[in-house]
């Protein structure tokens, strides 16, 4: 089993940055893949960004591309987001994800975290 555990959401003015973690722990050892998801009030959770074990290859929704960018520290067993140039539309709860292929879809993960709230005023 792998747990994973977000931080760093809260509020912030649009324009803004936060930079999310995801700390994973448990069966760490299996070269995990990991991705960001959303979700907003009344809509479905949604694909934000993920990356690979070695951070060769990284993939971005078109709504997040050249604002937000993924990043890792396996040493660390944590993976980050950082979101620049914020907009009230990226008010969502994020989630973290971990599996063994890195995906794009809510099903090509089988680890979840709690998720941390992220809220853009305007």
């Known amino acids: 089993q792998v747990q994973l555990s977000e931080s760093g959401g809260g509020l912030v003015q649009a324009g803004g940055s936060l930079n999310l973690s995801c700390a994973a722990s448990g069966r760490t050892g299996s070269t995990l893949a990991m991705g960001w998801f959303r979700q907003a009030p009344g809509k479905e959770r949604e694909f934000v960004a993920a990356i690979t074990w070695s951070s060769r290859s990284t993939y971005y929704a078109n709504s997040v591309k050249g604002r937000f960018t993924i990043s890792r520290d396996n040493a660390k067993n944590t993976v980050y987001l950082q979101m620049n140039s914020l907009k009230p539309e990226d008010t969502a709860v994020y989630y973290c994800?971990?599996?063994?292929?890195?995906?794009?879809?809510?099903?090509?993960?089988?680890?979840w975290g709690q998720g941390t709230q992220v809220t853009v005023s305007s």
């Open positions: 994800a971990a599996d063994r292929t890195v995906a794009s879809t809510i099903k090509g993960y089988d680890y």
